[in-house]
C-alpha cells in the first residue's frame, strides 16, 4: 500500500469534500458515508477536517506502516 498524501487529501477534501471522498481515500468508509449522506455533517465535519487532515493521514501512514510485515 502507498502512503497517503496530505495534499492528496487536501485536495479532495477541497473539491469532494462534502461528499466525504477524502475519508474514503484514508480507508474510514464509515466516516466517509457519514458525511456523504449529511452533506459533510452539515459542513461542520468539513470545518473540523481543514484543521485536522494532516494529522489523520499521518496515523492511516503509521498505521499501515505497523501492519505492513518487514521484508528482509
Not at 28 to 57: H, Y
Amino acid at each position: 500500500m502507498q502512503p497517503k498524501s496530505v495534499g492528496t487529501a487536501y485536495l479532495l477534501w477541497f473539491f469532494l469534500g462534502a461528499l466525504g471522498v477524502h475519508q474514503f481515500y484514508l480507508g474510514k468508509t464509515g466516516r466517509g458515508v457519514s458525511m456523504l449522506l449529511t452533506f459533510g455533517w452539515l459542513t461542520v465535519g468539513l470545518w473540523i477536517d481543514l484543521f485536522t487532515l494532516p494529522s489523520q493521514v499521518r496515523k492511516v501512514n503509521a498505521a499501515a506502516a505497523v501492519a505492513m510485515p518487514v521484508a528482509v
